[in-house]
């Protein structure tokens, strides 16, 4: 297993906020690496040099060996890259069924095709593609309701079969517990483990301890836009820096 | 929102083709069964369905449509001046035409959305309606008017055909069916028919999920994988072509195309057509289109004797105070009562006529419970 996603020297101002300072980070094919740090610690800010959304002043983003600096976002996607936000981004005045259908469609044809002859109907396979990668979601009975009257935790699995649907080389999570109940973050764990057994490359940043020590195979610690630590998950809990910048010395 | 199946699309296909060719006698107890208002609701059925596909998938609001519209009757005439005064070359050509404006003014709108966009399309088409009227005077003719003339080349019509016109002013005819009354109306019957289709198929297809994407989440498109600009610019082509067909069957009904059909007020009548109709609904529009047109017949009709017969209950005075209030909102202020009309629609039906026509069709399912669930799946054999 290769590197799939190589971080180099990144560097980022807003203003006269350094928000990354000399960031590097490697991800490992088919594991889950997690990035973690307090707020403000420039997470979101990288996440975003992955996908398009920022490009940052110096240094390189490689994926699979390509720069991703100076591509469109839609371009990245079709890469092999599927981001879910930490607000669901989704279709919300489409159904559920179509919802995961869009994304099926952008990776079978591409980001652009004049498809007005064929209908949505008649395409059967993408159909059930889409269909049972809701069922594996556990919203295949929901398939024909609009995602916009959906609960937060629907919006959620939603969002992340959008990105399934798609078979990513690898995919970003940006804080796929923010707001949930212990027993939904358990069953989202659960759900991630199992899509990390499928071999899908993960980079999550997240919060929640617990999440964090139940997936990861390794985390990087982010404090004021500089990498304090990459390392294995037992490694972490015992880090002095880390305790230092995450907790003010308080132990994990 | 349940999916469509093919036999219900086709059912609703049939139904609106008859309802269309059955025009002039569905209409005939309104009023309304003469031929040069039943092709005044063809043609902006058309206009309002194309604007729909801009409007209704991708929710980009053009107020200047109008622009496409005149693009398009000014091409027919000048097809008619130069090659023929058959409509087919000169539809074609309008609607290429149209789209090569919608092209081209979209390609610099569609950079901006929301408010910025619609200001951007008005400006273009306010820009096209003051050339038309002032420096492309050689092209348009001005504030006259494009008008055929007898000393006109028609090139095909008379190299090919042979065709002499003599000393009377041509209309344009199909294949020798001359293009005036019903036979006209039919004609524009017939393209409306075959716009509804195109615009059903677009609806349904995988391009048209794409643009109802458009609408509802631009930024999750783009980091699904997908090109948003393409997606909206098509959109805004197709719906110039559409608003160049119509232009140009205006002006094969009617050989002559003038600056005001470009004017902002041309615009904003198809975006009251679509809203008043439906937005996003596959009927709508051409209700929209239809109902406008048809009011703006009647009340414009309307003056102070027959005011006053329609009042002629009431006492003198009153007889007169009504009248005077009532005579605001018929002739000449017409537009007042259009004015009411909307806004009663969009406060209490913000989904249009069509939101009307659902919730009574709900009504009658609510009634008739399981039945309609029965007799739904009979028309599939």
Request: hydrophobic share 50%; proline share 4%; with cysteine.
């Amino acid at each position: 297993m290769g590197t799939i996603l190589k971080v180099q020297n990144v560097n980022k101002r807003f203003g006269g906020l350094k928000a990354l300072n000399e960031v590097n980070l490697e991800v490992e094919e088919g594991t889950v690496h997690a990035i973690i740090g307090p707020n403000g610690a420039g997470k979101s800010t990288l996440l975003n040099t992955f996908v398009g959304r920022l490009t940052p002043d110096t240094g390189s983003v490689m994926f699979n060996g390509t720069s991703l600096l100076g591509i469109k976002p839609h371009e990245i996607n079709q890469a092999g890259v599927s981001r879910v936000f930490q607000t669901p981004e989704i279709f919300g005045e489409l159904t559920l069924l179509e919802n995961v259908m869009i994304p099926a469609f952008a990776r079978r044809d591409g980001s652009f095709t004049l498809n007005a002859f064929s209908t949505v109907v008649g395409e059967t396979s993408l159909q059930q593609k889409a269909m049972d990668t809701l069922s594996d979601l556990g919203l295949g009975e929901k398939a024909n309701e609009i995602a916009n009257q959906m609960s937060r935790g629907d919006k959620r699995r939603l969002e992340l079969a959008m990105c399934l649907v798609q078979e990513p080389k690898l995919l970003l999570l940006d804080e796929p517990t923010a707001g949930m109940a212990r027993a939904d973050t358990n069953n989202t764990i659960d759900l991630l483990k199992r899509i990390a057994e499928r071999g899908i490359t993960m980079v999550v940043i997240e919060h929640d301890m617990h999440v964090v020590f139940s997936l990861a195979q390794k985390i990087s610690v982010l404090a004021q836009g500089t990498v304090i630590a990459e390392d294995l998950p037992q490694n972490i809990k015992g880090n002095p820096k880390v305790q230092e910048a995450y907790l003010g010395g308080a132990h994990l | 929102m349940n999916t469509p199946s093919k036999t219900s699309d086709m059912i609703l296909l049939v139904c609106f083709a008859a309802a269309v060719l059955a025009g002039p006698i569905i209409m005939a107890p309104f009023g309304a069964g003469y031929p040069d208002l039943l092709q005044k609701f063809a043609i902006f059925g058309i206009f309002a369905i194309g604007f729909n596909i801009l409007f209704g998938l991708t929710g980009y609001l053009s107020f200047g449509h109008a622009a496409f519209l005149g693009a398009g009757s000014y091409t027919a005439v000048w097809a008619f001046k130069l090659f023929s005064m058959n409509p087919i070359p000169a539809l074609i050509l309008a609607v290429v035409m149209g789209g090569v404006f919608a092209l081209i003014i979209g390609f610099v709108s569609l950079r901006r959305s929301g408010i910025y966009f619609s200001i951007l399309t008005l400006a273009f088409a306010q820009m096209s309606y003051n050339l038309a009227y002032s420096v492309l005077t050689p092209i348009t003719n001005g504030e006259t008017g494009l008008q055929l003339v007898q000393s006109d080349p028609r090139w095909i019509d008379t190299a090919i055909f042979g065709i002499d016109y003599g000393s009377v002013l041509p209309s344009s005819s199909l294949f020798g069916i001359d293009m005036t009354g019903f036979h006209g109306f039919y004609f524009c019957a017939a393209i409306l028919i075959l716009c509804f289709y195109v615009s059903m198929r677009i609806f349904r297809s995988p391009f048209g999920m794409m643009l109802r994407a458009v609408k509802t989440n631009q930024n999750r498109m783009n980091y699904t994988g997908l090109n948003t600009r393409p997606y909206a610019l098509a959109a805004f082509v197709i719906s110039g072509m559409y608003a160049g067909l119509a232009g140009g069957l205006m002006a094969v009904m009617d050989p002559l195309a003038g600056a005001e059909r470009m004017q902002w007020t041309a615009s904003g009548e198809v975006v009251l057509m679509t809203i008043l109709g439906g937005t996003g609904t596959l009927l709508g529009p051409v209700i929209g289109a239809g109902a406008i047109k048809y009011f703006e017949n009647i009340f414009s009709a309307f003056n102070e004797n027959i005011l006053m017969g329609f009042f002629s209950f009431l006492p003198e005075g009153l007889q007169h105070a009504a009248v005077s209030v009532a005579g605001l909102f018929v002739g000449e202020g017409w537009h007042l009562t259009l004015g009411v009309l909307f806004m009663v629609i969009v406060i209490f039906l913000p989904g249009g006529l069509m939101e009307g026509v659902a919730r009574i069709g709900r009504l009658f399912k609510r009634k008739s419970g399981d039945d309609g669930a029965k007799t739904a799946t009979v028309p599939a054999e």
